[in-house]
């Protein structure tokens, strides 16, 4: 089988009617996605205390939305090539509506992982689906660079929407009503939806290999699940043996892929030194950036006493800095080049990261808002500009498998980065001295530790919040220098990686 990898013709730019009105249905998939990834990290102290998880349930109620949406991801948007993205979008966007109320009221640790990991089956089906019908609805390269950034800067602002929306719900309501937002945008969605959006799939897909699928899903879970278990229990028989069956199913996923007439995945598409560098670049940009997101919501209620609408409104500079390059990033790009944007923009990420080594206790908030708006800035700009390339690299035919790509990247990054990243916070963490007295659940998370204190006399609680925050913080920082180093390598790899790399331009 030759590679369908080709350069995609610009020489009739065909522009279809109604394609910016689709455009915003589109967007309140990606918006109904981010709110929902963005809220759970600020209802995470108040699930903490309800369901009491340990630990190790809380970084599972944390990252197996990722596992499972990382390793479906490749099949849901080649399942969507097949029968339609429009199909795939509109059935993915009712079950994430409706499993969003199972998360809601769950009521124990075990219930919520798995409400979590069902929720990533239905988000698999939204992301890729709505960048593939991006790439079907734009054929001229300036609109659809200006789609794309429309599409991320919608991530952003739902990053900024989240934590305002969920502070304002998490003051009034009870916990599980931050995953009942997603109801209201799901009905939108599928009403509007089913009228506005055309349907687009490849004409000549071929079968849906199940066989590829497991190994897909197998090896995608087996491998992330052996760095969380190896970062957080060390390198034990088990570890290893799941991250060598996963390894194992991956390659054999790949095997097959070569000798399949239709393939699921055509990883030829890696031979473009520029799809390959774009990928990267995003799995390892998410990577340094996630684990410190993810605990960026407790530093800023659990050890700075912020509500939780505060700080929701603590995190918007980063949103506001991501919509405002995102929208600019494909200009930028075709004036400079893609890889001093994408480079410049990750080093920027980067150094911000950097600057919250310094973050103590009692750390004032310009600091930390002048870094959370240094990170929207460099992340709108590279995440932009990489799915801009991603995109542009493959014919439309595979759209939906090129954006599960780009898509399996960012969560797999996501993962990976709190398996990791988190696990040296809770690392650090657990290792705190505190007073005599001291019940074991205040080591499992700060959480624990605040709901622990309630109970004590006030100078032992006093003293336990003290060491247990100071500890929390310790783990931050070292957590922020680690996403720091991975940024910077990355963006001198992405300057490599993406030399001669451009965007196309309408003829």
Known sequence: MTSTLQPVSTAAVEKRPGRWAALSVLILAVLLVAVDATVLGLATPYISEDLKPSG???LWIGDVYSFVIAGLLVSMGSLGDRI???KLLLVGATAFGLISVLNAYATTPELMILARALLGVAGATLMPATLALIRNLFHDPRERSLAVGIWGATASAGTAVGPVAGGFLLEHFWWGSVFLINLPVMIVLVLVGSRLLPESKNPNPGPWDLSSVALS????IGVVY??????????????????LF?????????????TLPAPLLDVRLFRNRGFSGAVLADLFTVLGLSGLV???????????GRGPFEAGL???????GAVATGLVAGTFARRFSVRAVVSGGLAAVGLALGSLTLLSQSTGYPLLGAALLVVGIGAGFSFTVTADVILSSVPKEQAGAASAVSETAYELGAALGIALLGSIVTGV????????????????????????????PAHTSEALLNAARESFVDGLTLAAGGGAVVLLATAVAAWFLLRGQRLESTP
């Open 56 to 58: 190790t349930q809380l």
């Open 84 to 86: 339609g993205r429009k």
């Open 217 to 220: 899903l197998v090896g995608m």
């Open 226 to 243: 052996a760095v969380k278990e190896a970062a957080a229990h060390g390198l034990g028989w088990q570890p290893v043996a799941t991250g």
């Open 246 to 258: 996963g390894a194992a199913a991956l390659y054999w996923f790949v095997r097959r892929q070569l």
């Open 294 to 304: 993810f605990f960026l919501s407790q530093y800023l209620q659990l050890v700075q």
């Open 314 to 320: 603590a995190e918007v500079p980063a949103a506001v």
């Open 429 to 456: 963490y657990a290792g705190f001295t505190g007073p005599a007295g001291t019940p074991a659940a205040a080591h499992e998370s700060l959480g624990g530790a605040v709901e622990a204190a309630q109970g004590l």
